[in-house]
């Protein structure tokens, strides 16, 4: 029973070129959130998903940051021509997202991908 | 909107020592508050929470936490520390209804002398 899956888990990319980052969710997940953080910092809410949705992305910056979650396959953030203002760690959580009180709270962390400009 | 606010972002205690770790919030609604921890380049794990029903929370790895809605306070605390709780703990907050999406305060990271 695999948690919240994150691949890769250190990525290292020189200014310009793109970064790709994947979010397998928890099984039976249908809701993924992404979040940054940078160093000696708390993590911050980017984007939150649903199956081929974006339903919050009130925490993405404006330019070269996209996200995805489509029918099949892992969700994706997705950052193009990186800046060394980019390095930091991207960790994506997953919840079956009904929102009820009885249902989850404090859903499933991965264990994030490091990204780390040069 | 809601926010939280962890007082201290770097905190020292003596193995077998309390271990207590501030954290207020500011909510206009009734929240949901966490605790996590995060073990060097690792993810975080769910300490403990509260939903609204308890107000003293109890966690794993003998953490506990109450929820003062006249203090706007979620304290964590342990009676005697380990030191294999050195690490950087993080109180988050959400709303009741609607977006689960969690709002973090800053970090403490917690050293443990031997």
């Known amino acids: 029973n695999a948690g919240v899956m994150q691949n890769p888990r250190h990525l290292v990319r020189r200014r310009g070129q793109e970064a790709r980052l994947r979010c397998s969710p928890m099984?039976?997940?249908?809701?993924v959130y992404w979040y940054r953080q940078l160093p000696e910092e708390g993590l911050k809410f980017m984007v939150y998903l649903q199956k081929e949705n974006i339903i919050d992305e009130s925490g993405m910056p404006k330019e070269r940051f996209s996200a995805e979650f489509p029918k099949e396959g892992p969700s994706i953030l997705r950052i193009q021509q990186v800046v060394r203002g980019d390095s930091a760690a991207y960790f994506c959580?997953?919840?079956?997202?009904?929102?009820?009180?009885?249902?989850?709270?404090?859903?499933?962390f991965g264990s994030g991908t490091r990204l780390t400009v040069v | 909107a809601q926010s939280v606010t962890q007082l201290g972002s770097h905190v020292s205690v003596s193995e077998g020592a309390l271990v207590l770790l501030r954290c207020n919030y500011s909510s206009s609604v009734p929240p949901y508050l966490f605790w996590y921890v995060q073990y060097p380049n690792q993810g975080l794990q769910l300490l403990l929470k509260?939903?609204?029903?308890?107000?003293l929370v109890k966690g794993i790895n003998g953490f506990e936490a109450e929820f003062k809605k006249s203090e706007t306070s979620f304290h964590l605390t342990k009676p005697s520390a380990h030191m294999s709780d050195a690490a950087e703990y993080f109180c988050a907050v959400r709303v009741i209804f609607g977006n689960e999406k969690l709002t973090f305060g800053t970090g403490t990271r917690l050293t443990i002398i031997p």
């Open positions: 959580a997953s919840s079956s997202g009904t929102g009820r009180p009885s249902t989850n709270y404090g859903y499933t």
């Open positions: 099984k039976g997940h249908s809701h």
């Open positions: 509260y939903t609204s029903a308890a107000t």
